[in-house]
Every structure is written in structure tokens, then in C-alpha cells.
């Protein structure tokens, strides 16, 4: 079977930074894009940032400018990192992968359990 396990959440104070990583292991014959959602309380989950299998990426309007992601797809990781941190941007992140298990199936998403990122002085 697939697993995403992330790390790298936790608390840090306005204006700091963080990086998570999240690494995808099991039966995997190849991965499309990989990124990474959020989910504060009372909230809908949103996509903070996405990278396509090529290198392409999308970020989510409000984390322009202060989040990369990047991915190493030899050890089939994913990399957000998160600088100039604000209080709004407390919330678990999910990482998220679409993934192909054999030659001949079909890709499906797959997602981690998520890691606490919590911003505040």
C-alpha cells in the first residue's frame, strides 16, 4: 500500500519559518503531481501549493511570494518551505500525491495525516 508520512509542523512565532516535508513510500510505479492543503478550524480544506511531476508549480494566492514547494522525485519527497509565517496561516497541512501503483492502473490520490502548524507569539 501507499504512504505519505509528513513532518516538520509545529509552533513558530509571526515572521518565522518552517519547512515541512512529506515522503511517499509502498507500491508506487510513479507520481504526478504532489502538494499540499490546509485546514484551519471551522474552515474548508484549501491547496496552499502544487508541483506537477515536471517541476510546475501553483501557490495559493495568499502564500505568494513567502512558500515554495519543491520535490526530490528520486526520494519521492515533497518540500513546502514557509517563510514570513503569519497567524492566518495556522492550520494542519496535508500532503497529497497522485499516484500510479502498477503500469496498466489508474492514478489516485493519496494523503497524509496531516501536521499542526500553528503560528503565534
Known amino acids: 500500500q501507499v504512504q505519505l508520512v509528513e513532518s516538520g509542523g509545529g509552533l513558530v512565532q509571526p515572521g518565522g519559518s518552517l519547512r515541512l516535508s512529506c515522503a511517499a513510500s509502498?507500491?508506487?510505479?510513479?507520481?504526478?503531481?504532489m502538494g499540499w492543503y490546509r485546514q484551519a478550524p471551522g474552515k474548508q480544506r484549501e491547496l496552499v501549493a502544487e508541483?506537477?511531476?515536471?517541476?510546475?508549480?501553483n501557490f495559493a494566492d495568499s502564500v505568494k511570494g513567502r512558500f515554495t514547494i519543491s520535490r526530490d522525485n528520486a526520494w519521492r519527497t515533497v518540500y513546502l518551505q514557509m517563510n514570513t509565517l503569519k497567524p492566518e496561516d495556522t492550520a494542519v497541512y496535508y500532503c497529497?500525491?497522485?499516484?500510479?501503483?502498477?503500469?496498466?492502473?489508474?492514478?489516485?490520490?493519496?494523503w497524509g495525516q496531516g501536521t499542526q502548524v500553528t503560528v503565534s507569539s
Open positions: 497529497n500525491a497522485n499516484i500510479r501503483t502498477s503500469d496498466i492502473g489508474l492514478r489516485h490520490d493519496y
Open positions: 508541483i506537477t511531476a515536471g517541476g510546475g508549480t
Open positions: 509502498g507500491t508506487i510505479f510513479s507520481i504526478g503531481a
